[in-house]
């Protein structure tokens, strides 16, 4: 079956940076608009950015924005979440998602719009 695998977490200071990948398997991944999503303790799971299929349209979350960014390579069948400028209210474990939309130029910020999700990688920020 579809998978996705997120790697890159890990512990940081305040002010700090931190990519993360996750790498897709088992499906066409040019066919699919990808996100990235964060769940904190306690809180519920929030939208963080999203992409298109080509990587030619994006959107974050106002609390992350000009701090993120989110890429994708589709020869690597994987999508990125670089992480700048980090604040200990970044400390989540951080969720990649894949929604099938081929050739359009859609992004998607809702959880329920999302097909297949990864098992999450932990980021912490300490201040």
């Known amino acids: 079956q579809v998978q996705l695998v997120e790697s890159g977490g890990g512990l940081v200071q305040a002010g700090g940076s931190l990519r993360l990948s996750c790498a897709a398997s088992?499906?066409?991944?040019?066919?699919?608009?990808m996100g990235w999503f964060r769940q904190a303790p306690g809180k519920e799971r929030e939208f963080v950015a999203a992409?298109?299929?080509?990587?030619?349209?994006?959107y974050y979350a106002d609390s992350v924005k000009g701090r993120f960014t989110i890429s994708r390579d589709n020869a690597k069948n994987t999508v990125y979440l670089q992480m700048n400028s980090l604040k200990p209210e970044d400390t989540a474990v951080y969720y990649c998602a894949a929604k099938f939309s081929p050739l359009s130029s859609r992004y998607y910020t809702g959880g329920h719009d999302y097909d297949y999700w990864g098992q999450g990688t932990q980021a912490t920020v300490s201040s």
């Open positions: 992409i298109n299929w080509s990587g030619g349209s994006t």
């Open positions: 088992r499906l066409t991944f040019s066919r699919y608009a």
